[in-house]
């Protein structure tokens, strides 16, 4: 369960989809993007964002 | 460059990366993939492909490589596992054509078994493997 406050801030909804990878000692959910075909396009030349940005490029 | 209607497309690491940098000849590359998304099949590459554009894109961009793999993984894109059969004949394509890499060597491979289209960004691996789409003009393979 992703506690409220998160949800709200990240502008998680009901039936979200994640990624879900095993970091080891950590668990990483990555939300599932709306058109991935677009959203590759580019992404490596592209910078990891600061979690208030994240809800804005589908990155939880 | 028009992408061709029908048929398998096997995609190789430069043009995966072309288009994960978004290059010259990326946007081809989302042509394929969107066709692909609209017909309801896949493309295709190896699983030796994609770990030769994770190595790379690691390399390039550490902080990515989690969005990196989950939009490659949510891509209609299907990953040819790397059998022992295939690597044997991999290598043999490789010498047969001139391919210097085993990557690049596994997609010809694969491209010519199933009679698909390889999509490339690397001129030389488009002349040693005619009917290739070149989506760009890039020379060499070090660098992808």
Known sequence: ??????????????????????????????????????????????????????????RA | MAVPEQG?????????????????????????????????????????????????AAEENELMMDDVISVLEQLPLEVVPLTGDLAAQSVRTSLVKGIKDSAGGSAAELATTIGGTLVTADKDMARLLPGS????????????
């Open chain 1, 1 to 58: 369960m992703i506690p409220a406050e998160l949800r709200k801030r990240l502008s998680l909804e009901a039936g979200t989809s994640f990624r879900l990878y095993d970091k080891g000692d950590k668990i990483v959910l990555i939300r599932e993007v709306k058109d991935p075909v677009g959203h590759g396009l580019g992404i490596l030349r592209r910078e990891a964002t600061p979690l208030e940005e994240n809800k804005e490029n589908g």
């Open chain 2, 8 to 56: 398998d497309f096997v995609l190789d690491a430069s043009s995966l990366l072309a288009y994960l940098r978004g290059e010259p000849g990326g946007d081809l590359v989302q042509r394929v993939f969107s066709h692909c998304a609209e017909c309801g099949y896949k493309a295709k590459t190896t699983a030796l492909v994609l770990l030769r554009v994770y190595e790379q």
């Open chain 2, 133 to 144: 789409l070149l989506v760009s003009e890039r020379t060499g393979r070090k660098d992808y």
